[in-house]
């Protein structure tokens, strides 16, 4: 699979983890800080729903096997309150996605930022983490 | 050489043990980003707030409370901890469309921010020795599916936890002649509490979100609730965030990890504090787990802005997949009967 | 809440109640050899709310065997027979749909969503066997259904739907329409089922229904289901709705999700 294996590019809120106020479970119950990944592949499919929306991307490895991860989104109600439809999302659409590995090793990722084909990344503006 | 650094910082704030808690940092703001001001070394006494205010009249003369509300963010924990946390590691925050929303509601001018547990003063939860146990085996064991935090499951979150702010979600508040009914947008909980002043429910009769009888004094709505399933531990009483991996009982300052007895029952008062605002109070009485009855409150419910509109959330659907990946147990085959 | 008052009617009001029903019924385009016994009394005289509508606030459960089965079918083990509560017998299921439906029926008790604790989605909500509560306001109706403590909140402010989205139990707006409350909910998804016989939809259902007061303890509920995906047609079900009369009644706890840890982690049922 296609990842590249940098040191994420922006320094995330060290609030104690208390930015994530009532969240639904802790991120570092299931992902790994300490594994960032970029990611960018063919959508497949999409999840619309809570506690966490998911979507799904075709990745293409060096090797030019097909592997299919499962991205971790913001719960849809927080997605909804930024304008973020169930037609926001084209399959086979080329999404790229900035996030963190799953714990457990397997194709499973958390995304920070979704960057749609057109360029526009979601989720950036008034809510930048602090760098 | 930590563990001996924090057994010293133990035995110093068995002697102050507030100003120890200051300085290790673990009253941080809950809701907000970067550096807090702050918290005074002690708080004043908690008294309940007394408002002028005088909400409009339902059609069958209850005070109006009815209408849409978000969740106001905790200003400070839930808990003082027993062992302040020195050096807390810091934890990426979900990711920024999670729960961060510029939005949130804020406190009510001249409202002290302070924390959750009003009584005992010191903002400890006085816990038996066995629930502290207790405690520490279920935060120590939360990879593990028979101890995961009952939210996390898509339990319900019971009282007063379901109270607890999340600040992507809100409530809706009802009445009808003799009832006041709230619906509780995470996880699409309610509960019906009638005014008429009927019975509590036999004991055998037992809800997740308990049985309520509810009269109003004054402008103050107080619940009494009762009743609650006891089928689990994993639903704890109280839990602000998550509970972070690796961060011990004492040391924690979100409450997780309490769960009650068949004992447990609850007083609440709702006091509107102005056309936009309601506090919370929840006195929290458990023979087998507190050593004394515990009172947390805080500013719960503020109005919705005009354009809210609350959205279904509904928990235990998508949940399969987080529960994989916290604890590897794959509940997908499962299927029970229904009538 | 008054009771109900009970019409002694001579026969000329009996003729012209049929006549007015059926007028009303043609008018409607519903086949009038299927019109509801209940349904010929043309005036709701129960309680009303300060706003002037019929009283709806309380607890309602349906009976039948919607919940088995919408179309018609005889007794197997564990599944009372029942009559189709579907206007015109069957479902008009377009041919690929019918042939999933057989197979959904087939594999119903590992496929139905509802016996993973799904939600259980509209109108297969209102007719489970578990009573639903209603709580009416002049601009929100809220309605607390006893199973996995599902609701569903209907806007009657005048706000647009929440379209191009997925919600279990849909996004509903509703109006009065007289003495009948209807409510258009969309955004359903296609998670659900209709019944335990593995009834179906796509995301494109949409779902009209109305809840005709006949008196103060009974409720028409006829429901239009539309899907372009699915059916040849729109189609319509209908079904009476019964206040539960019992004195200090309240919702009980059925936490499905409960059972399915409980089946997880082979915990005996403990009956609370």
């Known amino acids: 699979m296609r990842t590249r294996r940098v040191v994420a590019p922006v320094v995330l809120a060290a609030t104690l983890g208390a930015a994530s106020a009532a969240a639904h479970h802790a991120f570092s119950a299931e992902f790994d800080q300490n594994k960032p990944v970029n990611l960018e592949g063919t959508l497949t499919k999409a999840e619309w729903m809570n506690p966490h929306a998911w979507i799904y991307i075709d990745v293409k490895g060096p090797d030019g096997k097909v592997v299919n991860w499962a991205i971790e989104m913001g719960p849809p109600n927080a997605l909804l309150r930024r304008g973020w439809k169930k037609s926001s999302m084209q399959y086979g659409a080329l999404i790229k996605v900035e996030g963190f590995a799953a714990k457990n090793g397997k194709e499973f990722a958390n995304a920070t930022n979704i960057t749609m084909p057109d360029g526009t990344k979601i989720f950036a503006g008034s809510d930048e983490p602090p760098k | 050489m930590r563990l001996r650094l924090l057994l010293f910082a133990f035995a110093i704030g068995l002697l102050t043990s507030r100003a120890a808690a200051q300085q290790g940092g673990t009253v941080a703001p809950q809701g907000g980003r970067g550096a807090a001001p702050a ?41 003082t901890p027993l062992v302040p946390l020195a050096n807390r590691a810091p934890n990426r925050a979900n990711s920024e469309f999670s729960y961060s929303l ?134 704890w009483v109280i839990g602000a965030i998550s509970a972070t991996p690796g ?86 085959g499962i299927r029970v009967s229904v009538p | 809440m008054k009771r109900p008052v009970i019409v002694t009617a001579g026969v000329p009001t009996i003729l012209l109640v049929i006549g007015l029903v059926a007028a009303a019924q043609a008018q409607r385009g519903a086949n009038p050899l299927r019109t509801p016994a209940a349904a010929a009394v043309s005036a709701y005289n129960g309680p009303r709310t300060p706003d002037g509508k019929p009283d709806l606030n309380g607890i309602w459960q349906v009976l039948g065997t919607a919940h088995w089965n919408l179309e018609a079918h005889s007794a197997i083990e564990g599944v009372p027979a029942g009559l189709s509560l579907v206007e015109g017998g069957a479902i008009p299921y ?179």
């Open chain 2, 39 to 79: 918290a005074p070394a002690t708080y004043p006494p908690y008294t309940r707030p007394v408002s002028a205010f005088v909400p409009p009249r339902t059609p069958d003369g209850q005070p109006d409370i009815s209408g849409l509300y978000v969740a106001i963010p905790l200003p400070r924990n839930v808990e």
């Open chain 2, 102 to 235: 510029n939005e949130r509601p804020k406190l009510p001018e001249g409202a002290m921010a302070r924390p959750a547990g009003v009584d005992p003063a010191d903002g400890t939860i006085p816990l038996t020795p066995e629930a502290l146990a207790k405690r520490k085996e279920i935060i120590a064991n939360q990879e593990k599916v028979e101890y995961l935090d009952g939210r996390v499951l898509c339990l319900a979150p019971g009282i007063p936890r379901s109270t607890i702010p999340a600040p992507v979600v809100g409530y809706q508040i009802f009445q009808k002649p003799g009832y006041v009914v709230i619906f509780y947008e995470q996880s699409h909980l309610y509960r019906t509490i009638p005014l008429d002043g009927r019975p509590a429910l036999d004991p055998n009769i037992r809800k997740a979100m308990g049985v309520s009888r509810g009269h109003w004094e004054g402008n103050v709505l107080v619940v009494e609730v009762t009743n609650f399933t006891t089928n689990f531990d994993n639903n």
């Open chain 2, 247 to 332: 961060v011990p009982a004492e040391s924690l300052a979100t409450g997780h990890g309490i769960p009650h007895s068949d004992r447990y029952r609850v007083t609440e008062r709702y006091t509107p504090i102005d056309a936009s605002t309601i506090h919370y109070e929840a006195k929290i009485s458990d023979e087998k787990v507190f050593t004394q009855p515990w009172t947390v409150a805080w500013y719960a419910f503020a109005r919705a802005p005009k354009d809210y509109v609350p959205v279904e959330y509904a928990c235990f659907e998508g949940n399969e997949k987080n529960l994989m990946l916290m604890t590897n147990t794959d509940i997908s």
């Open chain 3, 94 to 272: 377009q041919p690929w749909a019918l042939a999933k439906r057989n197979e959904n029926f087939q594999n119903r008790l590992t496929a139905d969503p509802l016996r993973k604790c799904y939600l259980p989605g509209v109108p297969r909500a209102t007719y489970l066997p578990f009573p639903f509560e209603i709580t009416q306001m002049p601009k929100h109706i809220g309605i607390a259904y006893e199973f996995a403590h599902a609701t569903r909140t209907i806007f009657l402010d005048g706000t647009p739907h929440l379209e191009d989205l997925d919600f279990w139990m849909g996004d509903a707006r509703g109006r009065w329409d007289g003495d009948t409350l209807v409510v258009d909910t969309v955004s359903l998804g296609d998670q659900t089922w209709f019944d335990q016989a593995g009834n179906f939809h796509s995301d494109a259902l949409r779902v009209v229904e109305r809840f005709a007061a006949i008196d103060a303890s009974h409720i028409n509920y006829e429901v239009t289901l539309e899907d372009s995906k699915v059916f040849t047609r729109p189609w319509k079900i209908s079904m009476i709705v019964y206040r539960r009369l019992e004195k200090n009644l309240e919702l009980l706890d059925y936490e499905c999700a409960e059972h399915v840890y409980q089946k997880l982690l082979k915990k005996p049922g403990s009956g609370n």
